[in-house]
């Protein structure tokens, strides 16, 4: 089965610095790769995802990705973080083939706290 | 709003009663998911739908859950005989149709989720 392995639980920066949160998969096939961000009291929403193409992806607020096939990484950058960036990130993988493509494998999230 | 919404919010049962959920998807998504959240995990599948049809339900999905979307609109999840494990958020999500590929680059909508809480 696959899996998504987030190394960093919890981060906790200042405004201003920067941001790299991990995310590896297991999987050696064609796969699909998407990080959501929940904040405080609110539901998950994506942040960007890889589909195909670049490799470098950017999402909303700031955000981009980089696939590294070789690495099997997805790694989430943001190059100056404000307080507002403090929520909970969760990497996912989408992969399979047939019916079960479509559902998600997410790694265990990380806690991203800012500090102003 | 036109979001995923889910109803109740949050429940609150004895362990042996059974509870139901809601999932209302965005109206023009076919593939509606169910997910399980526990404290300091990411959400874990449990099954979905394409319209009506039931295609995948993961090895989570013990004989006491079951899971419908009669006219493939709305789905509930019918937890029976609820144990204490059953303790997590239960999250639904919506996505649009397609197919190979262009189904599995489709963003997955997620509502707000229910809590459950099992006394």
């Known amino acids: 089965a696959q899996s998504v392995s987030q190394h960093n639980h919890h981060v906790i920066l200042s405004e201003a610095a920067s941001l790299e949160l991990g995310c590896n998969y297991s999987?050696?096939?064609?796969?699909?790769l998407f990080w959501y961000v929940q904040y405080p009291g609110q539901h998950l929403q994506l942040l960007l995802k890889y589909f195909s193409g670049d490799p470098l992806v950017k999402g909303i607020k700031g955000f981009e990705a980089e696939f590294i096939k070789s690495k099997f990484s997805f790694n989430l950058r943001k190059p100056s973080v404000q307080w507002s960036d403090t929520a909970e990130y969760f990497c996912a993988v989408n992969a399979g083939r047939g019916s079960t493509l479509g559902r998600l494998y997410f790694g265990r999230g990380t806690q991203l706290t800012v500090w102003p | 709003d036109t979001g995923v919404s889910q109803d109740p919010r949050h429940k609150i049962t004895k362990r042996g009663q059974n509870v139901t959920f809601r999932c209302d998807p965005i109206?023009?998504?076919?593939?509606l998911y169910w997910y399980r959240q526990t404290l300091g995990q990411g959400p874990e599948f449990l099954t979905y739908f394409q319209n009506e049809a039931q295609l995948e339900k993961s090895r989570l999905l013990s004989d006491r859950f079951s899971a419908e979307r009669p006219k493939g609109s709305f789905s509930t999840l019918e937890i029976q005989r609820t144990e204490q494990g059953d303790s997590a958020m239960y999250l639904c999500?919506?996505?649009?149709?397609?197919?190979?590929?262009?189904?599995?680059?489709?963003?997955?909508?997620f509502g707000p989720g229910t809590r459950l809480t099992v006394t």
């Open positions: 999500a919506s996505s649009p149709g397609g197919s190979g590929r262009a189904l599995a680059g489709n963003e997955q909508y």
């Open positions: 109206s023009e998504h076919n593939r």
């Open positions: 999987y050696g096939g064609t796969v699909n």
